[in-house]
């Protein structure tokens, strides 16, 4: 085995509670999803992922068609984009109901449950014969993504902290994308076969991706130091192989030393939000998030449509393209940039690990690109530019924000680690509810404001007055931490703060 990857098993056990002789069998085990072999681990993620990307489609495919969904329905543009906001505001607050039922009965339900109940709203959003039934079933429809945020406690499930970082990287940037690719794909759905076929394409893909992780998804959730009777119960539970896996295909797992409780939802992820280093980062993020790539998806239709006459198909051609080139380069670019920092900080101080703030240091290059961005764009479309420089100007922007998103999490999750889902959760949560708010009132801004200031004011909230938390975390955030402590009663798996699933702090 990896030196490093045994070094990652010497911290799970010393950061957990001691355990006999059994339950150390049980925590070294092969059916350990620590211990899978990388292909499986790898076919894991790569499902997750395209989960957390589907989640986007959904909310998202159908925005290129807002002109001819507002005709059939009698409805203005700016009316026919609020459907798209109930369910960013959704995809927000459904994870606080899923994530403590997946800490208990196991991811893979979950999963499944949210995938069949995508593919049914978006059949019924397809079917909708008014506004007010297409505002219901996407209402229902944002409790889908539940990837979202369970996504990077299944990374935790999954991989060592040295493998760690990759894994997230790739999930986060595969998430993002899904939000980026649906205009494409709405796009020409929508010119060639009509609206209604883009909610269509969004159930075909959420009822192909329910089968393949019906057979394919095992269940990551495992208690690595149960207690005692709890290891006598589960202590003949086959090694890996076809029984094994069969086994972890159950619909839900159920562990002795696991119970739900009405403090699980919410309260956890209210919890971590008086720490700094979460509720900072993840306000940075959530306002450069909004500005970046859920601005654009509210608004674009809006804009392009009365600006330069585009049709659905050149809507979703070009702003799709835009973010996902943008968001894919911004993300290869981050992982270098943050593997250097650490490996040069690492080598700096002998071979020990450095200390979380180190990551931050590679947030300057999305802090210049996504106000930069946010600038071309808004100037652009206010002198009537050529279309390609507001185009432009999006990709730079969505480009700094993989930087930003990358940075932010990891820095959060490395702070917290144990903590994982519900940092994730607060992210999340962030994210969707200060973007679901763009629709109501961005437009009009503009048009009594100006294109160019509306977009200098946006510019100004995210890169100064967001970004002042996150230069003080820079300078002070270990102090801070250290004046904080460590959560201690969050989550199912740390009611002592070394719970039975414990995780190396």
Same mark, same amino acid.
């Given at each position: 085995?990896?030196?490093?990857?045994?070094?990652?098993?010497?911290?799970?056990?010393?950061?957990?509670?001691?355990?006999?002789?059994?339950?150390?069998?049980?925590?070294?085990?092969?059916?350990?999803?620590?211990?899978?072999?990388?292909?499986?681990?790898?076919?894991?993620?790569?499902?997750?992922?395209?989960?957390?990307?589907?989640?986007?489609?959904?909310?998202?495919?159908?925005?290129?068609?807002?002109?001819?969904?507002?005709?059939?329905?009698?409805?203005?543009?700016?009316?026919?984009?609020?459907?798209?906001?109930?369910? /960013?505001?959704?995809?927000?607050?459904?994870?606080?109901?899923?994530? #403590?039922?997946?800490?208990?009965?196991?991811?893979? #339900?979950?999963?499944?449950?949210?995938?069949?109940?995508?593919?049914?709203?978006?059949?019924?959003?397809?079917?909708?014969?008014?506004?007010?039934?297409?505002?219901?079933?996407?209402?229902?429809?944002?409790?889908?993504?539940?990837?979202?945020?369970?996504?990077?406690?299944?990374?935790?499930?999954?991989? =060592?902290?040295?493998?760690?970082?990759?894994?997230?990287?790739?999930?986060?940037?595969?998430?993002?994308?899904?939000?980026?690719?649906?205009?494409?794909?709405?796009?020409?759905?929508?010119?060639?076969?009509?609206?209604?076929?883009?909610?269509?394409?969004?159930?075909?893909?959420?009822?192909?991706?329910?089968?393949?992780?019906?057979?394919?998804?095992?269940?990551?959730?495992?208690?690595?130091?149960?207690?005692? +009777?709890?290891?006598?119960?589960?202590?003949?539970?086959?090694?890996?192989?076809?029984?094994?896996?069969?086994?972890?295909?159950?619909?839900?797992?159920?562990?002795?030393?696991?119970?739900?409780?009405?403090?699980?939802?919410?309260?956890?992820?209210?919890?971590?939000?008086?720490?700094?280093?979460?509720?900072?980062?993840?306000?940075?993020?959530?306002?450069?998030?909004?500005?970046?790539?859920?601005?654009?998806?509210?608004?674009?239709?809006?804009?392009?449509?009365?600006?330069?006459?585009?049709?659905?198909?050149?809507?979703?051609?070009?702003?799709?393209?835009?973010?996902?080139?943008?968001?894919?380069?911004?993300?290869?670019? +981050?992982?270098?940039?943050?593997?250097?920092?650490?490996?040069?900080?690492?080598?700096?101080?002998?071979?020990?690990? #450095?200390?979380?703030?180190?990551?931050?240091?590679?947030?300057?290059?999305?802090? /210049?690109?996504?106000?930069?961005?946010?600038?071309?764009?808004?100037?652009?479309?206010?002198?009537?530019?050529?279309?390609?420089?507001?185009?432009?100007?999006?990709?730079?922007?969505?480009?700094?924000?993989?930087?930003?998103?990358?940075?932010?999490?990891?820095?959060?999750?490395?702070?917290?680690?144990?903590?994982?889902?519900?940092?994730?959760?607060?992210?999340?949560?962030?994210?969707?509810?200060?973007?679901?708010?763009?629709?109501?009132?961005?437009?009009?801004?503009?048009?009594?404001?100006?294109?160019?200031?509306?977009? *200098? =004011?946006?510019?100004?909230?995210?890169? /100064?007055?967001?970004?002042?938390?996150?230069?003080?975390?820079?300078?002070?955030?270990?102090?801070?931490?250290?004046?904080?402590?460590?959560?201690?009663?969050?989550?199912? *798996?740390?009611?002592?703060?070394?719970? #039975?699933?414990?995780?190396?702090?």
């Amino acid at each position: 085995m990896d030196q490093s990857l045994i070094h990652d098993r010497a911290m799970t056990q010393k950061a957990s509670t001691p355990a006999t002789e059994g339950t150390q069998l049980l925590a070294d085990s092969i059916v350990d999803p620590l211990n899978w072999p990388l292909g499986l681990k790898i076919a894991c993620l790569l499902q997750v992922s395209l989960l957390g990307a589907l989640g986007g489609l959904n909310t998202a495919i159908i925005n290129p068609a807002y002109v001819p969904m507002a005709k059939e329905l009698g409805i203005s543009t700016v009316h026919a984009s609020y459907q798209t906001t109930i369910v /960013i505001a959704l995809n927000g607050l459904a994870p606080f109901i899923w994530l #403590p039922l997946a800490n208990v009965y196991g991811r893979r #339900p979950m999963y499944l449950f949210c995938t069949l109940l995508g593919f049914g709203t978006a059949l019924a959003s397809a079917y909708a014969k008014t506004f007010s039934q297409l505002l219901a079933a996407r209402a229902f429809n944002g409790f889908m993504p539940v990837a979202f945020t369970l996504g990077a406690a299944t990374v935790v499930d999954l991989f =060592f902290l040295t493998q760690r970082g990759r894994a997230l990287g790739f999930f986060t940037v595969t998430m993002v994308n899904g939000s980026h690719l649906a205009p494409i794909v709405g796009g020409l759905v929508g010119q060639y076969l009509g609206w209604r076929w883009c909610f269509k394409m969004a159930a075909i893909f959420d009822g192909v991706m329910f089968v393949v992780i019906f057979f394919c998804l095992p269940e990551t959730l495992y208690v690595r130091y149960p207690t005692a +009777a709890a290891a006598a119960a589960l202590s003949e539970k086959p090694r890996l192989g076809v029984k094994a896996y069969v086994h972890r295909l159950k619909l839900w797992t159920r562990h002795p030393d696991l119970k739900l409780r009405a403090g699980d939802f919410v309260v956890p992820s209210i919890k971590m939000m008086k720490y700094p280093s979460v509720t900072f980062p993840a306000l940075y993020y959530a306002a450069q998030y909004g500005f970046s790539s859920i601005l654009p998806a509210v608004t674009v239709t809006s804009i392009f449509t009365k600006f330069f006459h585009w049709d659905t198909l050149d809507v979703g051609l070009a702003y799709g393209a835009a973010l996902t080139i943008g968001g894919s380069l911004g993300e290869l670019c +981050a992982g270098m940039v943050v593997d250097a920092i650490v490996k040069r900080e690492k080598k700096r101080l002998g071979g020990r690990d #450095p200390e979380p703030e180190v990551r931050l240091r590679a947030i300057w290059t999305g802090e /210049i690109l996504v106000p930069t961005g946010l600038l071309i764009y808004g100037f652009c479309i206010q002198y009537r530019t050529v279309w390609v420089a507001p185009i432009l100007g999006m990709g730079i922007a969505c480009f700094g924000l993989q930087v930003i998103t990358t940075t932010c999490y990891t820095y959060a999750i490395d702070c917290y680690r144990r903590e994982g889902s519900e940092v994730s959760q607060v992210f999340n949560f962030f994210r969707q509810e200060i973007g679901m708010t763009f629709a109501f009132y961005v437009i009009r801004m503009a048009e009594r404001l100006g294109y160019q200031w509306t977009f *200098f =004011f946006f510019a100004c909230m995210g890169s /100064i007055l967001g970004f002042a938390p996150i230069v003080m975390l820079m300078w002070k955030g270990k102090e801070i931490r250290g004046r904080y402590g460590q959560p201690k009663n969050v989550n199912q *798996f740390d009611t002592d703060g070394e719970g #039975p699933n414990a995780l190396p702090k």
